[in-house]
């Protein structure tokens, strides 16, 4: 009778642990994606250089960072889906938020400018063996760039 008893304590936690994740990257999401219709007009691009440097104000680094854990509900299906093989949607969905906050934030620090040229991401993995273990604990993302201001 004892081990139900943690058996469904452990059942519980585990959906409660889903339903709080579940809701907690919904919300991060709803919240990117509106800033992400706010920030339209300042694209964040590849592009090296600009074809004529004298077209050219004032340009500065700007960069952004985030780090975004992962719950622990999808930790444990992580784990399985890599005894199973397969995609990882679990990982997917965390390297995404964590790359569109990141280029959010470095928009945010080129306010003002009128493009962010030569756009890079650097992405590492944070707690991948702590306590023994080899498992992704968080993500974080730096995005960086040249914000531009052209000549009017």
């Not at 004529?52 to 004032?58: F, G, P, Q």
């Not at 854990?69 to 992580?78: E, H, I, N, W």
């Not at 590492?124 to 968080?138: E, L, R």
Request: net charge positive; proline share 1%; charged share 25%.
């Amino acid at each position: 009778m004892e081990s139900l008893i943690n058996l469904g304590v452990f059942v519980f936690l585990l959906a409660l642990g889903y339903l709080a994740g579940h809701a907690a990257e919904r919300k991060h999401y709803a919240s990117i994606i509106a800033r992400e219709k706010e920030t339209l007009n300042l694209p964040a691009v590849t592009i090296r250089h600009v074809e004529d440097e004298e077209m050219v104000e004032s340009a500065w680094l700007v960069s952004g960072s985030v780090c975004v854990g992962l719950d622990y509900f999808k930790m444990v299906l992580a784990n399985l889906r890599k005894i199973f093989g397969g995609r990882v949607g679990a990982y997917e969905t965390l390297v995404d938020r964590a790359r569109r906050e990141a280029t959010l934030r470095m928009k945010k620090q080129a306010a003002g400018a009128d493009i962010v040229l030569n756009t890079r991401y650097e992405t590492s993995s944070i707690g991948q063996n702590a306590g023994g273990k080899n498992a992704v604990g968080a993500v974080e993302v730096l995005a960086y760039g040249t914000a531009v201001v052209y000549k009017k």
